[in-house]
Structure formats: C-alpha cells, structure tokens
C-alpha cells in the first residue's frame, strides 16, 4: 500500500467532522508537505479522535514545534474551504 493510500485509510475516523476535514486537507496538501510534516501527521493521526479534534480546535497544545504548524496549516486550510 503507498504512503498517501495509507493516510487516506487513517483519515477515516469515528468523527464525520474530522473525516471531512481530514480527507479534504489530505488529498489537497498532503504533496505538498515535507517529510518531517509527513510524519507528524502519521503521529497526530496516530492520536484518539477526541484529543486530535482539541489539536485542531486548538483547546490542546501539539507535542511539537512542527506539529503546531502543521495544525495551524489545517486549520487555515478549512478556513478557506469554508469561504470558498
């Protein structure tokens, strides 16, 4: 199974809200990250869907610097999904 296939398959998850944000920002972005993003979203969608729903809404603080950016990045990216 390739990389991207495997994190579309983790984007499903138990929450409508984070399956539609996930898979949205995954089959637009996901190209476009760098290795290390690459593996901070394998880490974050490793996470329990009520702790990765606070990371995004920003009620919980990430592990990393480079988590951080990477959910800031998520978030703008349904910001604008949503305006568009």
Same mark, same amino acid.
């Given at each position: 199974?390739?990389?991207?296939?495997?994190?579309?398959?983790?984007?499903?998850?138990? =929450?409508?809200?984070?399956?539609?944000?996930?898979?949205?920002?995954?089959?637009?972005?996901?190209?476009?990250?760098?290795?290390?993003?690459?593996?901070?979203?394998?880490?974050?969608?490793?996470?329990?869907?009520?702790?990765?729903?606070?990371? *995004? =809404?920003?009620? =919980?603080?990430?592990?990393?610097?480079?988590?951080?950016? *990477?959910?800031?990045? =998520?978030?703008?990216?349904?910001?604008?999904?949503?305006?568009?």
């Amino acid at each position: 199974m390739s990389e991207l296939k495997r994190v579309r398959w983790l984007c499903r998850r138990g =929450m409508k809200e984070l399956d539609v944000l996930l898979a949205r920002f995954v089959s637009a972005e996901y190209e476009g990250l760098s290795d290390e993003e690459h593996a901070e979203l394998l880490a974050l969608l490793d996470r329990e869907d009520p702790d990765l729903w606070y990371l *995004l =809404m920003g009620r =919980m603080e990430a592990d990393n610097p480079t988590q951080t950016a *990477l959910l800031a990045r =998520m978030r703008e990216f349904e910001i604008r999904q949503n305006e568009a």
